[in-house]
């Protein structure tokens, strides 16, 4: 028989149930019925005069378990499991270690008192699945810590480490050490001082300026566009203020429950398990051994080398940097010591450690002393002959068994571990720009790389900071091969008749940051135009060209934000992007050039021809097996390139919004219209279509 979810025991007069359900103790049906049984077991035991509620393992309870929303209600519900603590005639104490989240935090919110070990972080991060605290938390945390710090706490859904949940009346003591004999003398302290039952609903919540939710929703509005929660969180906290408690519950029933039904939700619910997902290997098993990594070296301190360079750093791990000039490394180290400096300043980390995290980067001009790193990145120039000559060199000096990876963006990974004898041990880890800020590594496997590197990348990855993914070898892997169909999508578009501020405007209301003519003049024009020159596109390609605008814009030096012009004209320092009549006149100059009637485009049609390649493109690369799985590619676009979370990823979306048979449809329209093979569809998709399938059933 399995093991009780919820274990019972005694220490004298108090009870203690203990949360059994590993790993994170998240709120199974078994547990709440568990914890029912047993406050209504212990409250009603006359030997026992106080109830300590812990968590077993690693943590408190972290949560409502997620697998079960959607699903039809089963065991005991959490707000009668809540309300019977809190109407409990013993008196009962939370015991919180680990990570007390979510549903975990309001389990804790119904109890009489709260104690948590040092180490432990609390908070309600609903907002991040799309929902909101649905169990009481929206009308309690107000009450006991003010709207104004709810709201914020709420909204950005961040872990309150265990000194300012006691600063804020979130928990009542901290405690070092054993916790269970913490919480066990603290309700013996309470005891005997008879202390009262203290129910958080019988409190009230301050308000502390008139204009705190105006004030608060304006803040917002950027950075919750195109989400729902957000809002809705404050719609509650307007009622725990306004309205006496079970009304303000019924109104935070009502507004999770609009959640709880939306793609928004459902969609950040799928990424959530799809990040976790992307860590894991289909055919390298989690007990693949790992090699050791106790030291990183970095080749060229530039743009991506000095921000790995920071990664490694900011894990406590040893690296060192090297470069072909002093000149270089000095300039390198300034740009890193900067961006440090300025985090320092905002107030994100302490003088001091900006100076351990310095004193962690070594740097050097010669290859020996890589000679005992365990992995070494090189970030050189994207040339092959650059890279053939540095992976000639690591081969000759790197120790056995050290992992050598290359930060390409686009060289093929298979001919560069070609240049050494140890092609199992060479591997990409394609970065993003900046990166120490981007969360995404789109790591590259090889044909010959080995499991246990690809197993060390994977766990390296984590530990440097990063949302790990792992895809095979292609142009442009899977984040830009993708990124490219949108890019030649956009740019016919401007030559048939839309103008970039109404295929940005599309793109960006969609819920990107920003839209492609946007993001090429925030990268640099003259980036592609130099490698159309150098590729001599328009014969070496398949595709039709797609850079005549682009060219001719380059050719006025208009290389975007850099040069105060590109597609848009911009009034440096200020980065608004002004629509230019001046490129209205070069796009409108151009289709008359190659013969193009100008007609006007809808919105739809632009959404359609910007993504629906992109989904097009996913099912290649699924079928190609360059992607393991439609999630990976999910988790690239949201990490990666702004795909908006409450969207889910191109793939979830097709699957889950608009359909793959719209979607084909939609591809065959184009291809009849433009007579252009770009838009055959994937036979992966007309495949699924005919088995009734969708991506994530591959
Ligand atoms: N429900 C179901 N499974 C969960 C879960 C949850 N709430 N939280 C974590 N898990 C699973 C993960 O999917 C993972 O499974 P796997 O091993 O099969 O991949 C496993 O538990 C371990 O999780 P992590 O890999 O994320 O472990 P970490 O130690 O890195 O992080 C954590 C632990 C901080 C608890 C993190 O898992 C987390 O943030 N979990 C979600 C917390 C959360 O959102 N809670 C609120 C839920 S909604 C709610 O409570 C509604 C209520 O208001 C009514
Ligand atoms: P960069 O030009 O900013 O930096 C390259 C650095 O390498 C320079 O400091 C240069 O001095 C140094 N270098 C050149 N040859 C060297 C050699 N033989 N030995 C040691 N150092 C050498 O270039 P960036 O942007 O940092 O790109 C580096 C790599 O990262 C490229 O492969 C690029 O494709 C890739 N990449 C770039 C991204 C970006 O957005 N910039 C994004 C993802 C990958």
Known sequence: MSEPAILQSTDGEIGILTVNNPPVNALSAAVRTGLAEGLAKMGGDPAIKAIVVIG???????????????????????????????????????????????????????????????????????????????????????????????????????????????????????????????????????????????????????????????????????????????????????????????????????????????????????????????????????????????????????????????????????????????????????????????????????????????????????????????????????????????????????????????????????????????????IGMHFFSPANVMKLLENVRGKATSKDVIATVMTLSKKIGKIPTLVGVCEGFVGNRMLRQRGIQSAYMLEEGALPQQVDKVIFDFGFPMGPFQMSDLAGNDVGWRIRQGKNEKEQRNVRYTGYVADAICELGRFGQKTGAGYYKYDLPDRTPIPDPAVQAIIEETSKRLGVTRRAFGDQEILERTLYPMVNEGAKLLEEGIAQRALDIDVIWVNGYGWPVYRGGPMWWADNVVGLKTIHHALLRYKEMSGDPFWEPAPLLKRLIAEGKKFSDL
């Open 56 to 426: 077993g393992g690693r943590t408190f309870i972290a949560g409502a378990d997620i697998r079960e929303f959607g699903k039809p209600p089963s065991g005991a519900s959490l707000h009668d499991v809540i309300g019977a603590m809190e109407n409990c005639s013993k008196l009962v104490v939370a015991a919180l270690h680990g990570t007390a989240l979510g549903g975990g935090l309001e389990t804790a919110f119904g109890a009489h008192y709260r104690v948590a070990l040092s180490s432990g972080r609390v908070g309600l991060p609903e907002v991040l699945l799309g929902l909101l605290p649905g169990a009481g938390g929206t009308q309690r945390l107000p009450r006991i810590a003010g709207a104004a710090y709810a709201l914020e706490a709420m909204v950005s859904g961040r872990q309150i480490g265990a000194k300012e949940a006691l600063a804020k009346g979130i928990v009542d003591r901290v405690v070092e050490g054993d916790l269970l004999a913490g919480a066990v003398a603290y309700a013996r302290e309470l005891l005997s001082q008879k202390a009262p039952l203290r129910r958080i609903r019988d409190m009230t919540a301050k308000v502390d300026s008139p204009t705190l939710f105006e004030g608060f929703s304006k803040s917002i509005a950027r950075k919750a566009r195109g989400f729902k929660a957000q809002w809705n969180i404050i719609k509650c906290v307007e009622a725990a203020v306004a309205l006496p408690f079970d009304q303000g519950m019924a109104r935070e029933r009502e507004l999770f429950g609009e959640l709880l039904t939306s793609s928004e939700s459902a969609a950040q619910r799928f990424y959530f398990f799809a990040e976790r997902e992307a860590a894991k290997v289909l055919d390298v098993p989690a007990d693949t051994p790992q090699r050791e990594i106790r030291t990183g070296a970095i080749i060229g301190c530039g743009t991506m080398g000095g921000g790995i360079a920071m990664n490694f750093a900011n894990a406590g791990i040893p690296v060192t940097v090297l470069e072909t000039s002093q000149e270089a490394l000095d300039r390198g180290l300034k740009v890193i010591r900067g961006n440090y400096e300025n985090t320092a300043k905002r107030g994100g980390m302490t003088s001091a450690d900006v100076e351990k995290r310095m004193a962690l980067i070594r740097t050097t001009m010669s290859y020996d002393d890589l000679k005992d790193a365990d992995v070494i990145i090189e970030a050189v120039f994207e040339t092959m002959e650059v890279k053939e000559g540095v992976f000639t060199k690591l081969d000759q000096i790197a120790k056995p068994g050290a992992i050598l990876a290359t930060n390409t963006s686009g060289l093929n990974v298979d001919q560069i571990a070609s240049y050494t004898k140890r092609p199992g041990d060479v």
